[in-house]
């Protein structure tokens, strides 16, 4: 089997099941978010590209792990053996990272993408590359502005992806819009654009709700989207341990910051208590890191 052949098997899986579940996944926003907002989440999601790709942590997990283990998970991935050796002979698993070639690295690293386009956009090739070049082991969302809008792009690492996570970076997606500020274009992506020192509180906010869509999903549709994650289990929430540190916050702004999310409104909060609190709570999850 041909390393495209490879990639092209795992591509159109996973294509598939995002595409079968689409009208699913918008429901399920639209339920969170509000009939008012339909239109927008549809065009948003629609608007969405995924791209698939392998990391180093993948590599030495399934080259040196994974055989291990003896309750069948190798099903899942066998057929991407040859593509793993493809990598580690030419170089492109534990390699160091540099100036000079983390482009080629973080190319060579993509399995596939929803997308053809993706490819034939040096802009986006270049962000893309970019991305990957510290070896993300986590998904993203990236934003890339093009023509006075934006392209929304979700990149999973095909083996460390759950759909918890995928919903995550989804909810990043869909809240994502390019907005003017004094005729400057400033792309706004959920909470996160007025305040960067606030950027980890407003990623735990985010976790929140896309857990609350996750959840209507779930009670919608059975099946899972994203079934190759093998090494969800061994990696930790990023975000799902400080949940309880906002519960009581969360709770009462939660209309407020679903608005904020969704549309255009800043998120302000005029009661002074509250403001402190919020100071204090960006604070200890900041130190948590």
Do not use: W
């Not at 639209?30 to 993948?58: A, H, M, P, Q």
């Not at 970076?169 to 996160?192: D, T, V, W, Y």
């Not at 407003?202 to 989207?225: G, M, T």
């Amino acid at each position: 089997m041909s390393i495209d052949t490879i990639k092209n098997n795992l591509t159109s899986i996973i294509n598939k099941k995002i595409k079968n579940y689409s009208s699913i996944i918008i429901d399920s926003f639209v339920e969170f978010y509000g009939e008012k907002y339909r239109s927008i989440i549809s065009d948003r999601f629609n608007n969405i590209s995924y791209l698939y790709y392998i990391t180093d942590l993948d590599i030495f997990y399934i080259v040196k792990e994974l055989p291990k283990k003896t309750n069948g998970e190798y099903k899942n991935i066998i057929f991407t053996i040859p593509y793993i050796i493809y990598l580690v002979q030419n170089k492109f698993y534990n390699q160091k990272v540099t100036p000079h070639n983390f482009y080629k690295l973080g190319l060579n690293k993509i399995i596939g993408s929803s997308s053809n386009a993706l490819f034939s956009e040096s802009l986006i090739q270049y962000s893309i590359a970019l991305a990957l070049r510290n070896d993300n082991e986590n998904p993203y969302e990236i934003n890339i502005p093009m023509n006075n809008d934006i392209k929304r792009v979700i990149a999973l690492p095909i083996f460390a992806s759950d759909d918890k996570s995928f919903f995550h970076e989804l909810n990043h997606a869909i809240c994502s819009q390019m907005i003017f500020r004094n005729k400057k274009p400033i792309i706004k992506s959920g909470l996160e654009y007025e305040d960067k020192d606030k950027l980890y509180i407003y990623e735990i906010i985010n976790d929140k709700i896309s857990l609350e869509i996750y959840n209507i999903f779930k009670k919608k549709c059975h099946d899972r989207i994203l079934d190759f994650d093998i090494l969800n289990e061994e990696l930790t929430s990023v975000y799902g341990n400080y949940h309880y540190s906002i519960d009581s916050f969360y709770e009462h702004y939660k209309e407020k910051l679903k608005l904020s999310s969704i549309d255009d409104i800043p998120f302000q909060i005029v009661e002074k208590e509250a403001k402190q609190q919020f100071e204090d709570l960006s604070s200890i999850v900041e130190n948590k890191k």
